[in-house]
């Protein structure tokens, strides 16, 4: 709709002119809509910038008395100034603490309003989503803090702003374990039960955090919406990876877990374990690593076995990073946690079926099958359970550089899972395979740690029993805490062939991975990347890598100061 707008002009001569526009009358829902992201959008009497937090000069943010009869073993921060872990012990049982900002009721009562108009702010699309989340937060609750002529000091509009950045931006309150580089595992176990953790030093742990009904579905929920994934009461269990790449299984509701809903969570390593820290582990020794070096860059076949959380996958990551560099790579997985620096990589992720009839699912069979149609040269599968194991084994009875994991023991239980259902390998199939490495998670001197229990290698079928005959090259003795290498290797002397070597030069060929994966030990070079470009480097050019590691020089190579 348009309307006639009259504009006169008087010029300096006196003379008047007259200007007839037509101009289209605004429409009233958009300018309604424009009103009230005008309302939350504009700042009105803003907060001045916020000043630098300065405890000395503001305050501590976090007040925290260690509770009557418990003693205090450790504490350290994990989001400083705001919020730290307190390990406490009662009774020779650990606890997990997580100290946070405590807030007044004013401030309890200024949050909640802010919290419910930044949701309306975002539900009528007023925030930039290019612009830095953190920051834009900020400048939105600075403008709101302005409109409501809060009587906030510092300490308190920093103290409003971690709950507003913790529960908008991080995992509510389980934000601060998440944040925790110490912990594997987060376990809520249903309806005010407390959190459970697994602690890299402490072990299993209670902490002080436990979620009532309502809040606890909640969270599970957003928690799902995070990882892209719907759960509901008609699909109440949900397998999920989270946005920093950790594994999410959750459950809604009491109709599968009678004591309400539950989640677990296994946290991801954001940096990757490499060989360097498998080495410093002790999980494995330099000669086993030089060993799998040599046999990866020869494309040679591995399953890494072993129990729940024993190192199948971290041994897996860390072995892959010695794969050529130019060499065709696919990953398949259920959830990424398989990291290369790696150029010519397909990472493969299944997906569930979109509606119940199973419709759209791609397991792991199809995305191996559709992996054979692309002539990879290596094929790393996250773990072997089903009918891909048959595909698998047929990948590497084609000459594909095959790796894999799968739960077992130890390698006749490796064996029987492999020729029974669901996998059916047929037993003559299993010879193709060149070594399997047993991981076991166990203690030494109380302590929790992991272990390669043995390296064994296939050599074939024996024609008068039909058994596998398998040749153990490496044991780890747990009263020394050291591995033993018992003989030679069947499966260098295969490399030693096809190479055309002599048994000096494959002495000289380990020799020299051994000095690089020591020199990257002594200083403590354990960044995937880095790892990546040196075996890159190598395979290039050996002397150059030799004489950087002689000159004390990687910084070439690696990017960094040495």
């Known amino acids: ?191 005010n039960v407390p959190v459970f953790m697994y602690h890299n030093k402490y072990r299993n742990m209670k902490t002080n955090i436990s979620f009532g009904e309502e809040e606890l579905d909640s969270l599970v929920i957003r928690l799902c919406q995070k990882s892209g994934k719907h759960i509901s009461i008609s699909e109440p269990i949900v397998d999920a990876t989270l946005p920093d790449g950790s594994r999410l299984q959750a459950t809604l509701g009491k109709e599968v877990t009678t004591r309400g809903s539950s989640f677990t969570i296994r946290k991801f390593r954001g940096d990757p374990i490499t060989p360097v820290d498998l080495i410093n582990y002790n999980t494995c020794n330099i000669e086993m690593m030089a060993y799998f070096w040599l046999s990866v860059e020869n494309g040679d076949c591995a399953i890494f076995a072993g129990g729940t959380a024993s190192g199948k996958t971290s041994l897996l990551n860390a072995v892959s990073l010695f794969i050529p560099p130019m060499s065709k790579v696919i990953s398949i997985e259920d959830t990424r946690e398989i990291t290369m620096h790696h150029e010519n990589w397909i990472a493969g992720v299944t997906r569930r079926p979109l509606n119940i009839n199973n419709m759209g699912e791609i397991s792991m069979y199809d995305l191996l099958r559709a992996a054979l149609r692309q002539r990879p040269e290596y094929i790393l599968v996250g773990e072997i359970r089903g009918s891909e194991a048959m595909t698998l084994f047929q990948a590497i009875s084609t000459g594909h550089a095959t790796y894999s994991t799968m739960h077992a023991g130890d390698v006749q239980t490796v064996i029987n899972r492999l020729d029974s259902p669901p996998l059916n390998v047929p037993h003559v199939m299993l010879q193709s395979l060149d070594i399997l490495s047993i991981q076991t998670q166990t203690f030494v001197n109380d302590r929790r740690v992991r272990r390669t229990q043995s390296i064994v290698e296939f050599t074939g079928i024996d024609t008068k029993t039909g058994y596998i005959r398998i040749n153990e090259l490496y044991r780890w003795d747990p009263v020394t805490d050291t591995f033993n290498r018992n003989g030679d290797s069947y499966t260098l002397n295969k490399v030693m062939v096809s190479k055309g070597w002599d048994k000096k030069k494959l002495s000289k060929e380990l020799n020299r991975r051994e000095r690089i994966l020591e020199y990257l030990c002594t200083k403590n070079l354990r960044d995937y990347v880095s790892i990546s470009l040196v075996i890159q480097a190598y395979a290039a050019d050996p002397d150059y890598v030799l004489d950087a590691i002689e000159n004390d020089d990687l910084e070439e190579i690696t990017g960094q100061n040495i």
Request: net charge negative.
């Open 1 to 191: 709709m348009e309307q006639e707008v009259t504009k006169k002009t008087t010029c300096e001569n006196g003379q008047v002119t007259v200007q007839k526009n037509k101009v289209k009358e605004p429409n009233s829902t958009h300018s309604f809509l424009g009103k009230i992201k005008t309302r939350f959008m504009k700042l009105r009497d803003p907060l001045k910038k916020l000043p630098e937090y300065d405890p000395a000069l503001h305050g501590e943010l976090v007040d925290f008395d260690i509770p009557e009869g418990y003693n205090e073993i450790e504490r350290y921060w994990v989001n400083k100034p705001f919020s730290f872990i307190s390990i406490l012990e009662k009774g020779n049982v650990h606890h997990y603490y997580v100290a946070e900002p405590s807030l007044t009721l004013y401030e309890k009562d200024i949050l909640e309003r802010i919290y419910e108009d930044l949701q309306d702010i975002l539900s009528l699309g007023g925030i930039d989503v290019k612009k830095d989340k953190d920051k834009t937060l900020t400048e939105q609750a600075l403008s709101l803090f302005g409109r409501y002529h809060a009587s906030l000091d510092t300490a308190s509009a920093y103290r409003i702003l971690y709950y507003l950045k913790r529960n908008f931006l991080g995992h509510d309150r389980i934000n601060s374990l998440m944040l925790d580089p110490n912990i594997e595992d987060i376990s809520c176990d249903g309806i």
